[in-house]
């Protein structure tokens, strides 16, 4: 069996966050500019400075949940996994991943995030949640992955 040198690296997210809460934040962005509609040439009142800060605070929350799961995802490269959650990125090469496996999102009932087994911890993929289905299906393919990373070297050194 022949071993490509360079696999192409594969990208997982999430279907939850990629509709549900750019729609939500759509929803903060619209809302954002209500109060600056109110009088424009009356002056600065307090219920006026108030308003103004809270379009500005929905208007701000509105984006970070456009942003966010826009940025969310779980790469998959030929030199290890690269985790990006909420503008944080963590690197795990493949020398540190024992299994990927599906774990139950803990307050967020029925669905499921990735889970890496690595020799000191088990880290929570929160960018890939889902049903127990979808994220089953995501931790197979990545064990694939490993399975064949882990046959790699033996082939080429033949």
């Known amino acids: ?19 549900g809460l750019p729609i939500l934040g759509l929803l903060f962005l619209a809302c954002s500019p209500g109060p600056l509609l109110g009088g424009p040439g009356r002056g ?6 108030l308003g ?14 456009i942003v966010f799961p826009i940025s969310n995802r779980l790469l998959v490269a030929a030199d290890g996994l690269t985790c ?7 690197r795990i090469p493949w020398s540190d991943v024992l299994s990927v ?3 139950p999102a803990q307050s967020l009932g029925s669905w499921w995030w990735l889970q890496i087994q690595t020799p000191a911890r088990q880290v929570p993929v929160k960018s890939v949640m889902g ?24 082939v ?3």
């Open 84 to 90: 990006r959650y909420n503008l944080r990125t963590r």
């Open 131 to 154: 049903t127990r289905k979808y994220v089953e299906r995501v931790a197979a393919e990545i064990n694939g992955l490993i399975a064949g990373q882990v046959a790699a070297p033996s």
């Open 156 to 158: 080429g050194a033949a």
């Open 101 to 103: 496996g599906a774990m």
């Open 44 to 49: 600065g009142t307090v219920g006026e400075v």
């Open 1 to 19: 069996m022949e071993v490509t040198a360079e696999p192409v690296p594969k990208t997982y997210r999430s279907p939850v966050q990629d509709i």
């Open 52 to 65: 103004v800060f809270l379009a500005i605070v929905l208007a701000v929350f509105g984006l970070a949940m």
